[in-house]
């Protein structure tokens, strides 16, 4: 991953062979080469921009989301929208090991699953960053992976404590975030475990996937 300060864009991250962009003023767009894959779970909308001499095409997640940023990496893991308060709906990856049934459930399975920085989800796969502190205001934080690019991994996120999680308006719009795996400071682990919310939670990071397809 690459961070540049543009005169005209302001500050971009760009993917390692400059496949996505993401303006940090502007989460809610990816911008995508033109011989880059499309990212998953997403639409092109008007808007292109141009940077180092490739045109980028703007994309924005295919729908609002409920204010939970599990369901919304579950939503997009399955490509469909799902019930709120569904059953549980995602595994440990590569492993028969539910993740979501409750919060002491969560950190049982996710200490001997962490990843930390090395965490690599494939696209339609999620980090889960979880807080080892029982009383902890957010229990957890997930992203799915809708991009990739070498280590580089592109997430539509949201982010909400476990009061937000109870709200059911699907009014939501999610956020892009791009994450560079092994990378202390630019990992999806790195970055949320330097949050104040998880940063003296012990946290694990681990990676999940679809439990029903």
């Known amino acids: 991953m690459q961070i540049f300060n543009d005169g005209t864009l302001g500050q971009v991250k760009l993917s390692t062979n400059g496949l996505y962009l993401i303006q940090e003023n502007n989460h809610k767009r990816l911008y995508v080469a033109q011989n880059a894959d499309a990212p998953f779970f997403c639409a092109q909308t008007n808007g292109t921009i141009s940077f180092q001499g490739t045109t980028y095409e703007a994309f924005e997640p295919k729908q609002l989301f409920l204010h939970d940023c599990l369901h919304t990496a579950e939503e997009i893991m399955y490509q469909k929208i799902l019930p709120f308060g569904e059953d549980v709906s995602s595994k440990i990856a590569g492993k028969p090991t539910n993740f979501g049934r409750s919060r002491t459930n969560n950190q049982q399975v996710a200490k001997p699953n962490r990843k930390g920085v090395n965490a690599a989800p494939n696209q339609g796969q999620a980090f889960v960053i979880v807080s080892m502190d029982t009383k902890s205001e957010y229990p957890y934080h997930a992203a799915a992976v809708v991009a990739e690019d070498k280590d580089d991994r592109v997430t539509i ?28 400071p630019h990992s999806f682990h790195g970055v949320w475990n330097g949050n104040a919310v998880f940063g003296d939670t012990e946290p694990c990071t681990i990676v999940i996937e679809p439990n029903k397809l």
């Open 157 to 184: 996120e949201v982010f909400a404590t476990d009061q937000d999680a109870n709200n059911t308006n699907r009014t939501t719009a999610g956020d892009f975030q791009m994450y560079e795996i092994g990378s202390p």
